[in-house]
């Protein structure tokens, strides 16, 4: 059984997240670490005996010879860094949003297949414990057919919720599914229909976003529907999904991080009668060979975990890069249609950026540079709309 080799470029969270979760798995060997700033460097190599250091990573690469390159960075350095290491020819994960926009996600794609490499997106929580769990139940028919899902964000700005938390929210839709074929959303900035003078780079790097508040409806095959909101509120949610069929529901805050859980109710329509243990907890599901005392978190070490497997049968992780690209699909498709009022069916013929082309088509040039750093942002923001 081959022991593939991983380098990590990024040692920052979710770079020490990815660190330690491959670092646990007793078939993969992280051979490098690379970042900018030594301080990061040294302490994460000092925790795992990583010797193998570098501030460069094409030379990384060259020198250590990885399978596969982890680019937990901010969003916005995505595209650049993927476009680099697919060069090498080698295999990558990159974390969640796969690119800030359709024109960077395309390119990345079209790089993989040209150099015959794997691209996975790191949404852990799909293969996660929690999910599976939730999904065991359902492919056993514990809710029967499936009509709906339902999820909200972590109460972040709207647009950024769509980019952050969002990612994972229509990740795990897909799981049960499919490929969505069209998106409608409503965007609303201080209680009114966004305009293009709403469009605002987003916090944290994560591209162009629009709206406080977005509502949005999509639709599978099948006549399955779900409904995503993402909603600012002052004061921070678990993500929640609730899946219906027609036999009863699942309800999962499928993140360990946050005392998430999964639960079943065979009621499909109802209240319980006011009886809360009528809703059945699911058991979270364990790798055979992850260590609970390991500092690794569980639902890293299973994303970690299915790329061994996929390499090993030679195809694609479950949370791929067609299904991150196809999370960007989604996610644009949805500023497009709060934009112009109008369902958007997917895929999209225009790459562009869909609020970046509203604002030209009004004669407005790119947004104002804002601050990264969320609370910054916020109130930068809240100055924009007159309430500071």
Same mark, same amino acid.
């Given at each position: 059984m081959k022991t593939y080799r991983v380098a990590i470029?990024?040692? &920052?969270?979710?770079?020490?997240?990815?660190?330690?979760?491959?670092? #646990?798995?007793?078939?993969?060997?992280?051979?490098?670490?690379?970042d900018l700033i030594q301080e990061r460097l040294d302490t994460l190599g000092d925790e795992l005996s990583?010797?193998?250091?570098?501030?460069?990573?094409?030379?990384?690469?060259?020198?250590?010879?990885?399978?596969?390159?982890?680019? *937990?960075?901010?969003?916005?350095?995505?595209?650049?860094?993927?476009?680099?290491?697919?060069?090498?020819?080698?295999?990558?994960?990159?974390?969640?949003?796969?690119?800030?926009?359709?024109?960077?996600?395309?390119?990345?794609? #079209?790089?993989a297949r040209e150099k015959g490499v794997r691209v996975a997106v790191h949404h852990q929580g799909r293969v996660g414990a929690f999910m599976q769990a939730m999904y065991k139940a359902f492919s056993e028919g514990a809710i029967g057919e499936l009509g709906y899902i339902n999820s909200r964000g972590k109460a972040y700005y709207g647009g950024l919720g769509?980019?952050?938390?969002?990612?994972?929210?229509?990740?795990?839709?897909?799981?049960?599914?499919?490929?969505?074929r069209s998106v409608s959303a409503v965007a609303l900035t201080d209680n009114h229909p966004i305009t293009p003078d709403d469009v605002v780079p987003s916090p944290l790097g994560m591209g162009t976003i629009a709206g406080e508040h977005i509502t949005a409806t999509l639709h599978f095959d099948n006549g399955v529907t779900a409904n995503l909101l993402q909603h600012r509120s002052p004061t921070g949610t678990n993500p929640v999904?609730?899946?219906?069929?027609?036999?009863?529901?699942?309800?999962?805050?499928?993140?360990?991080?946050?005392?998430?859980?999964?639960?079943?109710?065979?009621?499909?329509r109802y209240i319980p009668n006011g009886k809360s243990d009528q809703w059945e907890p699911?058991? *979270?599901?364990?790798?055979?060979?992850?260590? &609970?005392?390991? *500092?690794?978190?569980?639902?890293?070490?299973?994303?970690?975990?299915?790329?061994?497997?996929?390499?090993?049968?030679d195809r694609d992780h479950e949370c791929s890069g067609a299904e991150g690209h196809h999370i960007v699909e989604i996610m644009m498709g949805i500023f497009e249609?709060?934009?112009?009022?109008?369902?958007?069916?997917?895929?999209?013929?225009?790459?562009?950026?869909?609020?970046?082309?509203?604002?030209?088509?009004?004669?407005?040039?790119?947004?104002?540079?804002? *601050? &990264?750093?969320?609370?910054?942002?916020?109130? #930068?923001?809240? &100055?924009?709309?007159g309430r500071l």
């Amino acid at each position: 059984m081959k022991t593939y080799r991983v380098a990590i470029l990024g040692c &920052r969270g979710r770079g020490t997240a990815a660190a330690r979760a491959y670092h #646990a798995h007793p078939r993969v060997k992280v051979v490098a670490l690379c970042d900018l700033i030594q301080e990061r460097l040294d302490t994460l190599g000092d925790e795992l005996s990583i010797a193998a250091r570098f501030t460069d990573l094409d030379e990384m690469i060259l020198q250590t010879q990885p399978d596969i390159v982890a680019i *937990p960075t901010g969003t916005e350095f995505h595209y650049e860094l993927c476009m680099r290491v697919l060069e090498h020819g080698v295999h990558i994960e990159v974390e969640k949003p796969m690119c800030v926009d359709l024109e960077q996600a395309d390119a990345v794609m #079209a790089k993989a297949r040209e150099k015959g490499v794997r691209v996975a997106v790191h949404h852990q929580g799909r293969v996660g414990a929690f999910m599976q769990a939730m999904y065991k139940a359902f492919s056993e028919g514990a809710i029967g057919e499936l009509g709906y899902i339902n999820s909200r964000g972590k109460a972040y700005y709207g647009g950024l919720g769509l980019m952050n938390i969002g990612t994972h929210q229509l990740n795990n839709m897909l799981k049960f599914a499919g490929h969505c074929r069209s998106v409608s959303a409503v965007a609303l900035t201080d209680n009114h229909p966004i305009t293009p003078d709403d469009v605002v780079p987003s916090p944290l790097g994560m591209g162009t976003i629009a709206g406080e508040h977005i509502t949005a409806t999509l639709h599978f095959d099948n006549g399955v529907t779900a409904n995503l909101l993402q909603h600012r509120s002052p004061t921070g949610t678990n993500p929640v999904m609730e899946i219906g069929g027609t036999e009863g529901r699942l309800l999962g805050s499928a993140c360990l991080l946050i005392k998430g859980g999964a639960w079943r109710l065979s009621q499909p329509r109802y209240i319980p009668n006011g009886k809360s243990d009528q809703w059945e907890p699911l058991e *979270p599901i364990y790798p055979e060979h992850y260590d &609970r005392s390991s *500092p690794a978190a569980l639902d890293d070490y299973w994303f970690a975990d299915a790329y061994v497997r996929a390499l090993d049968e030679d195809r694609d992780h479950e949370c791929s890069g067609a299904e991150g690209h196809h999370i960007v699909e989604i996610m644009m498709g949805i500023f497009e249609s709060a934009a112009y009022g109008k369902r958007v069916d997917l895929p999209q013929e225009n790459r562009e950026h869909p609020l970046l082309r509203w604002r030209r088509e009004h004669d407005l040039a790119a947004p104002e540079v804002m *601050p &990264r750093p969320y609370n910054e942002w916020l109130e #930068a923001e809240d &100055r924009r709309l007159g309430r500071l």
